[in-house]
């Protein structure tokens, strides 16, 4: 249902919208590997506990979810917690929230890049699950998945998976041209409506 050149297009725009976005610096350091299956079920079956957060974009054509893994892992804390007293208070429920605007901003960076190409997109705010639904995405007949292994400054993991599910087939333009690539300076822009 979904060609491999679109499928491929939509990953690349997602791990460009990641190098952008989730990092608080542009001085610090992010490495994304994409993993093959098999090894994404093993880091499932140890991210029992861990925080996830989902944020879909839809279309009349697809829904693609990005599943966000957090660990609550002391360098996690540090680099998406707040030194405020009432933050510390708050636990990893505010680390959460924290990395919930930064997802957040990083799907909206793709949602703009996808816009591009699809028509009619709408994005979900952050919501979290718990971290056993990541087990049944089966029951929602993805047409692909694709999973990331995200590393910032050498400190910390992020795991995230990509989750299309499609309506019809569909596919678009993927050459080289027809996206130009957004400037740094243009993410996190406000829209309004």
């Known amino acids: 249902?979904?060609?491999?050149?679109?499928?491929?297009r939509i990953e690349s725009l997602f791990v460009n919208a990641a190098k952008t976005t989730l990092v608080r610096d542009t001085a610090h350091e992010i490495a994304i590997q994409s993993k093959p299956a098999g090894e994404h079920a093993a880091v499932k079956k140890s991210a029992i506990g861990n925080a996830l957060l989902v944020i879909t974009i839809s279309s009349f054509e697809f829904r693609l979810l990005t599943l966000?893994?957090?660990p609550d892992s002391p360098a996690l804390r540090a680099y998406y917690g707040s030194a405020s007293s009432a933050a510390s208070a708050a636990g990893f429920?505010?680390?959460?929230?924290?990395?919930?605007e930064t997802a957040n901003l990083c799907c909206g960076v793709l949602n703009r890049s996808l816009s591009s190409h699809v028509t009619h997109l709408g994005m979900s705010?952050?919501?979290?699950l718990n971290s056993r639904c990541a087990e049944h995405l089966d029951a929602l007949q993805p047409q692909s998945r694709?999973?990331?292994g995200i590393r910032?400054?050498?400190?910390?993991?992020l795991a995230v998976t990509l989750c299309l599910c499609a309506n019809r087939a569909f596919e678009f333009d993927t050459s080289a041209s027809s996206v130009e690539a957004e400037p740094a300076t243009e993410t996190g822009a406000l829209e309004l409506f």
């Open 68 to 70: 966000w893994n957090l």
């Open 152 to 157: 910032i400054n050498d400190d910390f993991n």
């Open 1 to 8: 249902m979904i060609a491999p050149q679109t499928q491929s």
């Open 93 to 100: 429920q505010h680390v959460i929230e924290n990395f919930a």
């Open 146 to 148: 694709a999973w990331f």
């Open 125 to 128: 705010a952050p919501y979290r």
